[in-house]
């Protein structure tokens, strides 16, 4: 049986429910333990910092601050990351600044972490504080074109069609501050050796950009510090680029020459980066039928004071439905907080909320079904771009999710609570299909196993299953033949886990390197069998871990006894192919919601949820719809619970924790499916496959915010939207 | 967190008293605990009540006395907290998580302190973590805060859910202090802010809750808890309701309303519940008793909406006990 297309259970999955996962803070090592005090202000300078008491606390071996920060880390030294943006990275303990609220500002390391985050209590610091401004909001005023990229480009004349257009809104939608909560905190564990080098095991979506890291700020050649990365248990782009518990642990070992281990605790996972609060600006008009006629999408953000974070937001209104008229801007503004970080789907989730929200605004003034609206405006190519798209099944998603979602007869659904409103809504979401070059090695062993690595990732999208599918198809073997291995920097390069592009792009190389392979045993094969010298590929084939000539069959095992010990190993770089740029590839979804709104208390729930998507070739069903399922129920949180409550007045966040932080919890999520639809991709690369990590999410908040309007007939324009906000309805 | 001794209390330490003065209790630890990790709580002492006999349920021609030391969840499931006091099992099991439940005691649920962002974060001035540091929740985030017996120096509430079903059954607490029993009415327990927020309640230092006697009337076919939350579960109160009544030919012959969310402690007025009695059990007298029982309520901001929501959700709440579905 083919394991493409088959639901496999993850094969990691026993031992991540048995434990035996060993996650970076799992790692078993005499450790030191290091605990990070964080700064009280946002903005200022230290002018002293007392240590004494925290160093006579038993267990302390050392403490870390800008007053003892080794001169080597001071000078022509580069804290930049692959991912990093422009501006000056955050150096860690470099002055005495003070940036932001909860800054880092000294590093405890003691025997037990208990120990380390007692003494961090006995460090006395004093500050000299500076006036700043907290907030978005705030800040607006200095908001800059300049600081961002440009957008996609202006097409038409907007401001002439808009004023032609006999349907017009002006809206204006603010979502606030989203911090990311990825089961597992970020942790470091550096092991030291005795012959000075490392092995960091870190919490990263990508090995490759903690080296990168490592060896710009601490001067590490490659062969004296190796990066691992087995699990992580989730991560969302929080792990894209090094966080300062990587500098904090390797600091530490390094000048203590010593194994160092540091965890984040919840509080501190909000001490880094979040998805932005933005504003957008959206003006948008059509004609009495329904045609998209102008369009305008501006959108601010917040960005820290020290690096320029931007997200493609406004491109997304330029690309999703059919408009000649277009106008795209999107600005920048700096707040005294640390800098905001890629979240699921960054910039998609936030432009289509603000775009699908408007549609349903203009849809609603012109008179027509939503859907309808929808699929008047219907685009089959990139006009962003001016390209055809690879493939573009969303009319199908459409017609299917109408047909899952009963949407034609939603209305005479009766209402059995006469507290309850009851609102449907419905929104498109997007996100691109990417492939990245990706670097593989394959080897055979004398039982007929395949060891497979690469340097990518697993942050539990399933990388580990869906690679091993691949293998164990494109070589006719079983899956418990292929061992898959990642997360190492002594493994071929590959791309960061993000983007969705993991199966796309690493899938793609080992499917090549399989295919490779089977040359590889096609050629030791005739070698050894003269008599089928004259036998072309296209005569044989694999299966059940043999080769396959007419009635005959040799086994792999069999065939490569004879081969030499180099040929029983090959390494193979995929890249996109040329033509790639000829066409635009995105997966696409609809989603559809019922919502009820207690029309005095104001409660607002939902009872179901329905995504139909389309993203090429589905490798695992299982894990896809995990990966659907995931981001639908965090768009929920987006759309109605998660807040990062920035006091302004202290540019600090006070609701660090899980309790205060609602992320959304199984009793908000009622009736939730999602399936897909057939989508035939040869040009997005050669698996056919789109990625599907972040697509859920997009689309999602707006499904809602539209849904209790029709509930209610109040637009909040706001994320999240709360009881209160409907409480006046 | 702060090193500190630890003690198991054993019945024999009791008798001599004095181990207590000096200790902070620990009994679940799920609040107390999660207080040390973040600096708020400092102790240098702990006493752990968990082996002292308090960790039964009696019923007798008195009601019921649930011990201190019962966990939440066995409290909720228990067959005679289901069958007449069946308020007081809806408002626990609307408490927390299942495992925090399994593990919080009825005395711990009692002394748990306030959900404030700010007395949670040490670098933030707070007058009950620190007194005279200020309140920075009255011009910041107070979703969560109060709006009736308020004070200039605090605006806390009491975030217990099952402490609201208590008020509202006019529970009694047992305490041991000093060698000897001590019976407060559960509206006496704890207190409003005033000029001493450090302070959530009348006991005093060493006094060990050892019992909660529930009457024999448990409103077991008008009650009502309504729980008003950010999520459907695992969130605390931004507004809950207990609320019991007494019909009789479609007048009130008892009415009991207590508040969670809105205060310092339980909201809970035997006066205006006076008032109520011999009037029809209707949603305008509703109405006129949710008005005069929030009287006075002063909002900061973003609790603004709680002035409104909570009339409505008194309203609610009577009209869900008056018929039950
Ligand atoms: C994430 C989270 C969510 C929660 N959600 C809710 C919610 O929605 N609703 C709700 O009501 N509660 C909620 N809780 C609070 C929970 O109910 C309390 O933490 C719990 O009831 C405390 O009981 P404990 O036995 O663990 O107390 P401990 O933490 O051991 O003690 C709490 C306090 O009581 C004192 N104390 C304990 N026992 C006695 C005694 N017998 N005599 C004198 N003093 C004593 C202690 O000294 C301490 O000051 C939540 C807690 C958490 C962590
Ligand atoms: S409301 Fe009370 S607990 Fe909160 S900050 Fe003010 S004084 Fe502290």
């Not at chain 2, 009348?202 to 008008?222: A, K, R, V, W, Y």
């Amino acid at each position: 049986m083919l394991n493409i297309g088959n639901k496999q259970t993850r094969v990691d999955g026993p031992q991540k429910v048995t434990g035996k996962a060993t996650y970076t803070a799992d790692i078993a090592a005499p450790f030191y333990h290091a605990y990070v005090l964080q700064s009280t202000i946002a903005c200022g300078s230290i002018t002293a910092i007392d240590t004494t008491a925290a160093e006579a606390f038993e267990g302390v071996k050392a403490i870390f601050t800008h007053l003892n920060l080794p001169e080597r880390l001071k000078n022509k030294v580069d804290y930049t990351d692959p991912l990093a943006p422009p501006g000056k990275p955050f150096r860690p303990f470099y002055n005495n600044t003070i940036l932001y609220n909860g800054q880092p500002i000294a590093l405890v390391v003691a025997e037990s972490f208990e120990q380390a985050r007692y003494a961090s209590k006995l460090i006395k610091v004093t500050y000299e504080e500076k006036k700043f401004k907290g907030s978005l909001a705030e800040n607006l005023k200095n908001a800059s074109a300049d600081r961002a990229p440009e957008p996609a480009k202006n097409r038409g004349d907007f401001t002439k069609a808009f004023k032609n257009s006999d349907y017009t809104i002006i809206r204006e939608y603010r979502q606030s501050r989203n911090y990311h909560n990825p089961m597992e905190p970020h942790a470091t564990s550096v092991e030291y050796n005795s012959d000075g080098n490392i092995v960091v095991y870190d919490k990263i979506q990508g090995v490759a950009s903690s080296l990168k890291y490592l060896k710009g700020v601490f001067g590490l050649g490659a062969d004296s510090v190796r990066v691992k990365s087995d699990f992580v248990g989730g991560a969302f782009g929080s792990g894209l680029r090094p966080q300062y518990q990587l500098f904090m642990a390797t600091l530490a070992a390094l000048e203590l020459k010593h194994n160092v281990q540091m965890v984040m605790t919840r509080a501190q996972m909000f001490s880094f980066g979040y998805r932005p609060e933005v504003i957008h600006t959206m003006k948008l008009g059509c004609s009495k039928d329904g045609t998209l006629t102008a369009l305008s999408h501006k959108t601010v953000g917040e960005t820290s004071t020290f690096e320029d974070f931007n997200e493609t937001i406004v491109d997304w209104s330029g690309l999703l439905y059919k408009c000649d008229n277009v106008n795209l801007e999107y600005e920048l503004t700096p707040v005294q907080s640390y800098t905001p970080l890629d979240m699921r789907a960054p910039g998609g989730v936030s432009g289509v909320y603000a775009l699908e929200c408007a549609i349903d605004e203009l849809a609603h003034e012109a008179g027509i079904d939503p859907l309808e609206f929808r699929r008047k405006n219907y685009v089959d190519y990139d006009q962003n771009e001016n390209k055809p798209f690879t493939s573009k099944e969303l009319k199908a998603c459409y017609a299917r999710c109408e047909e899952v979602f009963n949407w034609n007869n939603r209305k005479s659904l009766a209402k059995t609570d006469p507290h309850l409103l009851l609102g449907y809504g419905m929104a498109t979401g997007s996100w691109e299909a990417l492939q990245q070059p990706a670097s593989v090695a394959l080897s055979m062993n004398e039982m007929g196993t395949f060891t497979i690595k690469c340097a990518t990732a697993d942050i539990g999208t399933g990388t580990y299953t869906v690679m091993s599918q691949i293998a164990a198809d494109k070589l006719g073997v079983s899956l418990d033949k292929i061992k898959f291995k990642l997360g190492d920097t002594a493994f071929p390069d590959s791309p960061i886990e993000g983007g969705s592009w993991t199966v796309s792009s690493v899938g793609s190389a080992v499917a090549a390197i399989c295919e490779k392979f089977q040359y590889r045993i096609f050629d030791v094969w005739k070698r050894n069998n003269p008599e089928y010298q004259a036998v072309a590929f296209e005569a044989i084939s694999f299966q059940d871990a043999k080769l396959k000539y007419g009635s005959k069959t040799f086994a792999f095992t069999e065939i490569m006894q004879q081969a030499s010990k180099d040929e029983l190993s090959i390494a193979h770089s995929e890249a996109p192919a040329d033509g790639q740029d000829t066409h635009s590839g995105y997966a696409h979804c609809c989603v559809m919601v019922e919502v009820t709104v207690d029309k005095e208390l104001g409660i607002i729930k939902v009872p179901r949820l329905v995504n139909v998507s389309a993203a090429g070739k589905i490798i695992n069903p299982k894990t896809a719809e995990n990966q659907l399922l995931g981001s639908m129920i965090w768009g929920l949180g987006m759309a109605l619970r998660e807040e990062g409550m920035v006091d302004s007045r202290y540019g600090r966040v006070m609701n660090a924790n899980f309790a205060e932080y609602h992320i959304a919890v199984n009793a908000d999520i009622h009736d939730i499916h999602t399936e897909f639809v057939e989508e035939h991709d040869d040009k997005v690369n050669p698996l056919g496959a789109k990625g599907v990590g972040e697509l859920g999410i997009v689309g999602l908040a707006a499904a809602i915010s539209n849904a209790i309007f029709d509930a209610t007939g109040k637009r909040l324009r706001k994320l999240p939207m709360l009881l209160d906000d409907v409480l006046e309805v | 967190m702060k090193p500190f001794q630890y003690t198991r209390l054993s019945t024999q330490d009791l008798a001599s008293g004095t181990t207590l003065r000096d200790s902070t209790i620990l009994a679940g630890g799920t609040n107390l605990i999660d207080l040390m990790k973040y600096g708020v709580e400092k102790p240098d002492r702990l006493a752990d009540i968990g082996k002292l006999p308090y960790a039964q349920i009696e019923e007798s021609d008195e009601g019921l006395l649930l011990g201190a030391l019962v966990t939440n969840a066995d409290t909720a499931y228990h067959s005679a907290v289901k069958k007449t006091y069946p308020l007081l099992h809806k408002a626990i099991l609307s408490a927390a998580s299942a495992q925090l439940r399994n593990r919080a005691t009825n005395g711990g649920n009692l002394l748990q302190r306030t959900r404030c962002y700010y007395f949670y974060d040490t670098a933030m001035p707070c007058n009950k973590r620190e007194p005279g540091s200020g309140c920075a929740a009255i011009n910041g985030f107070n979703r969560i805060h109060a709006i009736l017996g308020t004070s200039a120096s605090c605006i806390a509430t009491h975030p217990s859910d099952m402490c609201v079903a208590l008020a509202a059954l006019e529970a009694e607490v047992h305490v041991l202090r000093k060698g000897a029993t001590l019976v407060i009415p559960f509206d006496q327990l704890h207190r409003l802010p005033g000029d001493h927020p450090e302070k959530d309640h009348n006991l005093e230092p060493g006094d060990l809750i050892t019992h909660i006697q529930l009457p024999t009337e448990g409103f077991s076919d008008h009650f009502e808890y309504l729980k008003i939350r950010d999520r459907e579960s695992y969130a605390f109160a931004l507004i809950s309701v207990a609320a019991c009544l007494k019909v009789s030919e479609g007048k009130i012959e008892d009415i009991r309303v207590a508040l969670g969310g809105v205060a310092h402690k339980p909201w809970k007025l035997k006066k205006v519940e006076k008032e109520m009695i011999g009037k029809v059990a209707s949603t305008d007298n509703f109405q006129f008793f949710a008005e005069r029982l929030i009287q006075g309520a002063q909002s900061f901001g973003t609790n603004d909406f709680k002035i409104l929501l909570v009339k409505r959700a008194i309203v609610r709440a009577l009209n869900s006990a008056l018929n039950p579905s």
